[in-house]
């Protein structure tokens, strides 16, 4: 299945190396000595030189990580996360992420490069950049931080993520 180039991007094969440039930024991957990396007009193709069960796994994986290049250097990649609890808020300072999430002291998160943070009404934090792992991983950690607990639903979720709730405890009737 081809990857189709978008206008703006550009993208340079040389000796296993796929080096994506778009309007968002740049990326480079390392390709296998067994996966091999066509561009034709404005298509990329990814073929295995050889067959076996073992390569396939990777030619998927090549094929998805190259995809996901072109897509984060023309659109890019965005989390979003919310945070449900009296008293919780974010707050960029730098390259810092605060985060008032009902601990004694503040937690602070390095922002890793290539990466853009924005807080809008101190409970919703706005995670985007170009590389879709670094994005996701970054969010999970943020997300770590105070994840959401079944009983109250206090915590860091995504924007779209359903929390399964559980009943607390409940008054028996009839016991002592």
Known sequence: MPICIPKGVEVHLQDGLVRVKGPKGELTQEVMAVIDVVQEENQLFVRLKEESRELRQ????????????????????????????VGYRAAVHGSLLDLQVGYSHPTQIEIPKGIEVKVEKNTQIIISGTNKQV????????????????Y???????????????????AKSGKK
């Not at 990777?58 to 609890?85: C, D, P, W």
């Not at 994005?135 to 079944?150: L, N, T, W």
Request: proline letters at 5%; glycine letters at 12%.
């Open 135 to 150: 994005v996701g991983q970054f969010a999970a950690e943020v997300r770590a931080k105070r994840p959401p607990e079944p």
């Open 58 to 85: 990777f030619h998927g994986l090549y094929r998805a990580l190259i995809a996901n290049m072109v897509i984060g250097t023309s659109q890019g990649f965005e989390k979003r996360l919310e945070m449900i609890g």
């Open 152 to 170: 109250q639903g206090k915590g860091i979720r995504y924007a779209n993520e359903y929390v399964r709730r559980k009943a607390g405890k409940a």
